[in-house]
Structures are given as C-alpha cells and as structure tokens.
C-alpha cells in the first residue's frame, strides 16, 4: 500500500456453465446449528504438489440496485500443521464497516468529503457488514460463531495432520457507500474482503489468528490458495478479478451474466466493478497487462498505454532481479481512492489518473507493482511484521528508478532520508509504530535494506534476494526466516549486522552512505523543482499572475529579487527583518538565489536595468515601498487582471494582504508585493502575516492571485484557484 496506495501459477479452464442461485437462509446472529446447504464434501488426505492448502469454490450474485453480494462458498482446508484441530476459523474483515468506530482511518476524511457532496446519503448508508447464512460439512450443519470479524466454525470429525476438510458458507454482504476497501461510490464498486477468508493457523502458539483488520493500516495475512469464482452480474459491467477470466451469458436471466475467475497459488481474491469500465489489455512476451479505467479525459488512452509500458518494464526488472513473475496476467483498477493506492494479488487499485500524470515516474505505481513480490508472492503477516512487505516494496520501487535513470526517485532518495527522530525499531508490529508506521516500515525499512544492498554489492544482493524468492514464493515469510536466508546466502557478519540494523530504535544510515551537503541541498533544489512544477500543471490553463508560480519561475532558474521598504519607520523595519527572515529560510531550503535590496540609492541603480529582467517579491507599505510607489501607475493598470481595487483594497486601514501581477516591465516575469496599509502591522499579527505568506507561495496552497487579511489575520476577500493536492495537506 501507499498512501501521499499486487498475482496463479497453472490456469485451469474449466467447462463450469452452471447459472448461480442462492437458497435464502435466516441470518444467524448467535453461536448456532444451522441447516446445511445442498453440498458434498470429504475428509482426505490432499495431494501437496497439485494443491493449495486452501481452496475455494466461490459462487456469488451483486445485486446493484441494493448493493448487495448474496454467496456461498465451499472451502477445501489441509491440515499442514502437526497439530489435530477441532475448528477452523475465517476472517469476515467485511464486518470491519459494521461500524465507523472500526473502519479504516485512512479514509475518513474521503467519506467526510462525499458527505458533504451527498447529503441525502444516511450515515448508515456508509456502513456495512457480512452476515453468515450457513455453515456444513458433509450435508450436516455445524456450530458457528461470527464475532469481532472472526468467524469459527466447530468440526464434526478432528482433522488431522495432512487431512482436508471441505466447508460450504452461505453469507450476504452489505457493500458500504463511500470510500473503503469494500464500498462502492459513482459507478465503481471496490471488492476486497467481500466473502470469508481463511485464517492461518499458528502452529508455535496452537491459535488461528483472529486479528481485527487495522483500523490504521493493514492487516492482510493469508495463505496462497487456488480460487474458482463464478460471479453473476448485469450484463453491462466490466469486473476485474485476478486469474484467467471467461465470461457467459445467464442462461436463466436476460440481462445478467457469469463471470468466472480461475486462479492457483493466488494471496487473496478482490473484484471491481463498473458498468463504464474501458479496458485496455496489452500481451508482451507471454504476459498480459490490462488497465480497467473510466474514459473521461481527453487523450487518456495515451496515458493509460504509457502506464501500461511501465507496468512491463517494472515486471521485468522484478523477474530478474528476484524471481520471474509466474503468472500470464497483471491487472489495473483506477477507482475514486485519493491520496491511497493499494495492492492485491495479481491486482493493484490505482487512483484517478489525472492530465499531468507521468507514467514513466508514477512511484506509487511501481511500488504497488512491488508488492507483487513482497505480499503476492512472498507473504507474510502484516500485522506483525509490516517491514518484510512494505520495507522491500519501496526500498524495490526506489532501485527499479535507480535502474532506470530516475535520479530524484532513485537511490538519493534514500540517501536524503532522515530518520534519526523514529525511536521505533524496523521489525515493530503496528500496535507498536501507532500512526508512525510510514516513518518506520517505508523510510526506515527502505534505508535498512539499501545499506545491505552497499555494504555487499549489487550482484551478492540479487543473489541473495532471489534465494529468498526461491525459499518464501507461495509461503509466508518471517523476520527469523529473512535473517536465516541473510546468514546463507551473505554469511554470519551480513546477519550480525542486519539484526543490529532493524532491532535498533536508533538505527541511522552508515555516514559514507548519506550525501553530501552540497549534495542534500542540489536534491532538495531539484525536488522542490519537480514539485512546484507539477502541482502547477495540474490545473488547465492556470493564469500567470498565481503566488506560487513566482517561486516556481525561480527554481527554474529565473532571476528574483526582494525589495523591502526603504523608508519604513522603526517598527516596521523590524517587522520586514523578521518577515525577510522567514522567507529567505525557506528558499535557503530550496536553494534559490537572490538579492535583497533595502536602500533608495541601489534601488535607483537598479530599477530600469536588473530590475526589469528579475521577478520581484516586495514587502512593505506602499507609501514606504520605492520600487512600488515607482511602478504605481502600471500596477494599478496591471490590478485589473486580477479584479484587485486598488482605490478600495489600498484605503482600507490597518488591512494587510498580497497581490501578484505580471511586472509592469516584463511580461515575462512576476511582482508579489506583501502589504500593509498603515505604518506597521500590530504586534500580534507580525506571525500571520508571515504565515500565510509561506502559505500562499507552496506547492500545496491553493493558486492565490490576491488576497486581503482582516485584524485577526484571517483572510476576508481574495481570489484563488483551487489546488487539486491542497486536500492531502490539510490539517487533520
């Protein structure tokens, strides 16, 4: 996942054309006998080679006018533990929206949002649930108890070591309106967790594990299995789901069809669907990527092949480098997620591609394709050990752009990173971490597996990855499993020092592995000017006249200069100093060059020359500011622009603001003048004033052309653009 969030081997084909129907059963709410659906099932030894240990047998039917999923499901389980086992148990993580005090955090300010733009909706609408119907073995009921998203079903028969058990569950589900991992919002419905899901027992500690799913953050902990799924829809939907997809008309009910998913050896099994889905599906060597998006863009397929193509390069860096991709297809949701991209087996669930999306540098993206390996293919508990999928996905998104000649997203990335202030070991569970789980799985996670990657060498890294590749594919993998495999492969010292390395709170990169500081802050000037750059374009035909678009120009290389008042009184002479202070400390940050001119004399010197050619940032009253009170007549004219009165903004006592035009000089370059109408601010509002001047030159800040400030420094009148990435940087 990545927040700012992937697929069988053999493809069976089967001849399976049977319609679906679902035999109504009263909802159970208590520990139960309940009567068995029409199913038959056996207790056997299974053959390990050609099985999973888990298989499932899934039909199901959406009902999209009451957004509803009625299924049954028949799951074989073998026993691969030592231990004799009385009840199986499956996770009904669907439960997790039963209630908002267990959904996800992450997306809570997403749903606040599409409440607002949907008033009629209940706060019930945006809550779900899964109720059991059933539970058999064998033609004969058994005793099941669904609580705290834990569903434990009591055997008739033990089950033995290296026994198989076959249960049928009939369950109905609730799909919750908004944003969630299983909700449906516009006309896209994301299905993950959408039936129950079998549990892994834990032989060490004689326990299934019944962990609740992750209010914040993941908790996806499954063993490979092999799926066949027949899932009845409208006719008019396009659904994705992982493995080989055939599709057939419903023999008993026109408009509606069947859409049935084979896939083996596969982590988990989500769907989307919507009945405006366009695919897009390109076959390179054997491997088929397709893309489900909604065509509602100008020039969107292009975009969409060029994800496409680095959905290719990135599978193939991963095969090589780790272990080959082993199955014929790769799927690509785009959904309403915001700021979230997720991953799945076999699939990953993107976000809206937008017009300034940059396919060939889209990190989430290749990230998500990361955890093909590290969560698809090498599982592990993510609830425990969270570093062994997300740490390798984005310490593997970073090496893929090292590979590739991305230079920002490259290993400088990792370089830049400071990590000294998270007191939190690497290998912590997420109870531990809190809300510090980015900061200590993803930046510290990543830094961890990069100095191993220095200390021995490209060719000993590859190596000892695709050992682990070769130990883990298909199983779960451990800590105490990844140390072992170190040891192996890169011998006692690589493990020694990897230990220290991710049980240490205060681990730190190795210095010769940190850049320089003329290197840190060459980074962070090209950073800077990749961000401003982006966020501009993310917005069409986005005037000049824009505050942030001044430190932009900057970064690209323009000349600015800061003209203070040259003739302000004591006061504020003070103020501009502490003003001046807090600007020049941030483009010191970014690296920006400038000049800063405060005295009549060079003021005269330079106006009509270098003054011409520079962006100007002035700070002051007008009556003090030389250079404004030089260039009045053009700016009054230059004002209209922007619909800023000079006559009634500038006569409003004690009022304070901004405005941005294009200089009076140059057409190509930017004045931002910060104001105040009288002598000085008050001594209370010096900070706001400053603040929000910081505010309305970031990349974040909505596109302020002009705005005005009231005595509490609040804005009161001003004209803005909105920025589509002002939202992700909200105050919670």
């Known amino acids: 996942m990545y927040r700012t969030t992937i697929q069988s081997v053999s493809q069976k084909v089967l001849a399976y054309s049977l319609a679906f129907t679902l035999a109504a059963f009263p909802v159970v709410t208590t520990t139960q006998a309940l009567a068995a659906p029409a199913a038959s099932s056996a207790t056997s030894a299974l053959d390990a080679e050609a099985h999973a240990p888990v298989q499932y047998r899934i039909d199901a039917r959406l009902d999209e006018n009451n957004m509803r999923i009625h299924g049954s499901e028949a799951v074989t389980y073998r026993n691969t533990s030592n231990d004799t086992l009385r009840e199986i148990v499956f996770h009904t993580f669907a439960d997790a929206n039963r209630s908002k005090a267990t959904q996800t955090s992450m997306f809570e300010r997403n749903n606040e949002e599409i409440r607002k733009e949907n008033p009629q909706k209940k706060p019930e609408d945006f809550l779900g649930g899964i109720d059991i119907r059933s539970a058999a073995a064998d033609g004969q009921s058994l005793v099941l108890s669904n609580s705290n998203q834990a569903l434990t079903v009591e055997l008739k028969q033990e089950l033995k070591p290296g026994e198989a058990v076959t249960v049928e569950v009939g369950f109905e589900v609730k799909i919750p309106y908004g944003m969630q991992r299983l909700s449906y919002y516009k006309d896209i419905i994301n299905g993950a967790h959408w039936f129950p899901v079998m549990s892994v027992y834990d032989e060490n500690k004689h326990e299934w594990d019944k962990t609740q799913y992750s209010k914040a953050f993941e908790s996806d902990y499954y063993d490979s299995s092999d799926f066949e799924v027949h899932f009845n829809v409208p006719e008019a939907y396009q659904m994705l789901m992982p493995g080989n997809l055939t599709t057939q008309v419903d023999p008993k009910e026109s408009g509606r069809k069947i859409i049935t998913a084979v896939a083996d050896n596969t982590r988990e099994l989500v769907f989307f669907a919507s009945p405006n889905y366009k695919v897009e599906s390109v076959k390179r060597d054997g491997l088929t990527v397709e893309y489900y998006y909604s065509d509602n ?436």
């Open 297 to 732: 863009m100008p020039d969107k397929k292009k975009l969409v092949d060029g994800y496409i193509d680095t959905a290719f390069k990135a599978i193939q860096f991963f095969s090589e480098k780790y272990g080959k991709y082993p199955y014929p297809e790769f799927r690509i949701a785009e959904s309403y997620v915001e700021g979230v991209a997720v991953e799945f087996a076999r699939v990953i669930q993107m976000g809206q591609i937008r017009a300034n999306s940059d396919p060939a540098h889209d990190d989430v993206f290749v990230h998500e394709i990361a955890h093909q390996w590290f969560h698809a293919l090498i599982g592990n508990n993510s609830e425990t050990e969270s570093f062994l999928d997300e740490g390798f996905a984005d310490f593997s998104r970073v090496y893929f752009a090292e590979m590739q000649g991305d230079d920002m997203n490259g290993f400088k990335s990792i370089q830049i990173d400071d990590v000294s202030w998270i007191d939190k070991p690497i290998v912590s569970t997420n109870t531990e971490v809190g809300d510090m789980e980015s900061p200590t799985f993803y930046n510290k996670g990543r830094q961890a597996i990069y100095q191993l990657y220095r200390m021995e060498g490209e060719d000993k890294f590859d190596f000892f990855m695709q050992e682990y590749f070769k130990r883990y594919k298909y199983k779960n993998a451990t800590i105490q499993g990844l140390m072992q495999t170190i040891q192996d492969t890169l011998g006692d010292e690589a493990r020694k020092e990897m230990d220290k390395i991710l049980y240490d709170s205060d681990f730190v990169l190795k210095p010769e592995y940190q850049l320089s500081e003329a290197e840190v802050a060459a980074y962070w000037h090209e950073q800077f000017k990749n961000t401003y750059h982006s966020s501009l374009a993310q917005v069409t035909d986005l005037p000049s006249e824009t505050m942030s678009r001044i430190v932009d120009k900057a970064l690209q290389g323009e000349p600015l200069t800061i003209v203070l008042s040259d003739q302000a009184g004591t006061i504020a002479k003070k103020q501009q100093q502490t003003i001046l202070a807090q600007l020049e400390g941030t483009l010191g940050i970014m690296g920006i060059p400038y000049e800063v001119i405060s005295d009549r004399q060079t003021l005269k010197i330079k106006l009509n020359r270098e003054l011409g050619t520079s962006n100007i940032i002035a700070i002051g009253s007008v009556k003090t500011n030389g250079f404004i009170q030089a260039l009045k007549p053009g700016i009054i004219q230059k004002l209209k622009a922007i619909g800023f009165d000079w006559k009634s903004k500038m006569n409003q006592k004690a009022s304070s603001g901004a405005y941005v035009i294009k200089h009076p000089y140059n057409q190509d370059r930017l004045l931002l003048h910060f104001f105040w109408n009288g002598d000085a601010l008050s001594s209370n509002a010096v900070e706001l004033f400053a603040k929000q001047m910081l505010y309305a030159v970031s990349y974040s800040s909505d596109f302020y052309q002009y705005y005005v400030l009231d005595k509490a420094g609040n804005i009161a009148t001003g004209t803005k653009i909105a920025n589509p990435m002002t939202k992700f940087f909200a105050e919670e």
